[in-house]
Nanobody, 117 residues
Framework: QVQLVESGGGLVQPGGSLGLSCTAS????????MGWYRQAPGQQRELVAV???????NYADSVKGRFTISRDNAKNTAYLQMNSLKPEDTAVYYC???????????WGQGTQVTVSS
């Protein structure tokens, strides 16, 4: 079973940039599709971006062209680079690892991203 530790959240002004990292341990990283989800207060958790073990990516329409998901299989780490941030991007961001053979999801603890002037 994989364990996930996120880092990189914080406070940023509108139009700014922020990078998140998610480091995995406990299992073979390449067995997992990695994703980032977010949950704003009073809202359901929503998909932000996913990346397969081979690097195929998919993004929510709301972040296309602004966010970039990537992964480094040698470092067991997934990343989310967020540019041109908007106040509506404010949320707790969760790293997700989906096991390719069972589609079971494993979650990180979440990291707060606040976009405000």
């Amino acid at each position: 079973q994989v364990q996930l530790v996120e880092s990189g959240g914080g406070l940023v002004q509108p139009g700014g940039s922020l990078g998140l990292s998610c480091t995995a341990s406990g299992d073979t990283f390449s067995f997992y599709t990695m994703g980032w989800y977010r949950q704003a207060p009073g809202q359901q958790r929503e998909l932000v971006a996913v990346i397969s073990s081979r690097g195929t990516t998919n993004y929510a329409d709301s972040v296309k062209g602004r966010f970039t998901i990537s992964r480094d299989n040698a470092k067991n780490t997934a990343y989310l680079q967020m540019n041109s941030l908007k106040p509506e991007d404010t949320a707790v961001y969760y790293c997700d690892a989906t096991y390719r053979y069972t589609n079971l999801h494993y979650w990180g603890q979440g990291t707060q991203v606040t976009v405000s002037s």
